[in-house]
């Protein structure tokens, strides 16, 4: 398997590093979002779609 790497912030290291796809365990192959920081190992998920938002309904009283 060919190992892909990016440049990205990592918010551990507080730095520009290389982070590398680790292998899939999902199926996924070259679509994976997992990646990982070669330095410290933080994880991150990227090209997700995130899911709608919820509009929360608050009922108000209202006193006479």
Do not use: K, N, Y
């Not at 440049?7 to 199926?27: H, I, K, M, N, Y």
């Not at 990646?35 to 899911?51: L, N, Y």
């Amino acid at each position: 398997m060919t190992t892909f790497a990016v440049v990205r912030w990592c918010s551990t290291c507080r730095d520009d590093v290389t982070f590398e796809q680790p292998a899939c365990l999902d199926g996924h192959d070259l679509d994976c979002p997992d990646w990982a920081c070669v330095q410290c190992g933080e994880a991150v998920f990227v090209g997700f779609s995130a899911a709608e938002p919820v509009i929360a309904f608050h009922p108000t009283s209202h006193v006479a």
